[in-house]
Structures are given as C-alpha cells and as structure tokens.
C-alpha cells in the first residue's frame, strides 16, 4: 500500500493539493508541511522518508478511504495518517521546521 501512494507523490502536485485546501484546515496544512520539511532533512533515514512520501501522496489522493470531497470529514483520514508519519518522525523535527510549517 506504501508504493501505491508513494506514486502518487510529487512535489508539485503537494504544493498544489495543499494550496487547495480551504485556509481554516489549518492543522493539515500545517502538519503536511511539516512532514514536508521533515522529508527533505538529509538526516532522516531513508525508510522514515518513505513513510513520509507515502503519506503526502495519502494526502494528495483523490481516493483514499474517506474522500477528500465530503465536507469536513473528508480529511480526517488524511490528517490521522499525516499525524502517525510524524509521530514516528519527532525524533528529527526541528524548531526551525516547524517555524517553517507554521508560516
């Protein structure tokens, strides 16, 4: 399942999908930043940076198991599996990563 939307990743497509998303999913988008910054650390281990991409292109999905265009709770499965990516990768966030997001 990881390859499979590993694929669906691209840098220009999550840039895209995330200046889509309506300002007040504030969280998503902060954390799918946030992910974003972490990805790109030449520090973080390559199988966590897989996590990562595959959970972007989770994100960027128009199929997933919720779809993206029910109201509200559309996202709250991309949001719980952005939120577990980085759970296993807090070890490697920093403060400047997160000012990044933040911005």
């Known amino acids: 399942m990881t390859s499979r939307y590993a694929k669906q990743f691209s840098q220009k497509r999550f840039w895209r999908k995330l200046h889509q998303l309506p300002t007040s999913y504030r969280d998503i988008r902060y954390r799918a930043k946030l992910l974003w910054y972490v990805m790109r650390d030449p ?61």
């Open 43 to 103: 520090g973080v281990p390559i199988a966590l940076k897989a996590s990562a991409i595959a959970a972007l292109g989770y994100l960027i999905c128009p199929l997933d198991a919720i779809p993206d265009a029910i109201p509200i709770g559309g996202y709250v499965d991309d949001l719980a599996v952005i939120t577990a990516v980085l759970a296993q990768l807090e070890p490697y966030i920093t403060a400047d990563m997160r000012m990044k997001a933040a911005s």
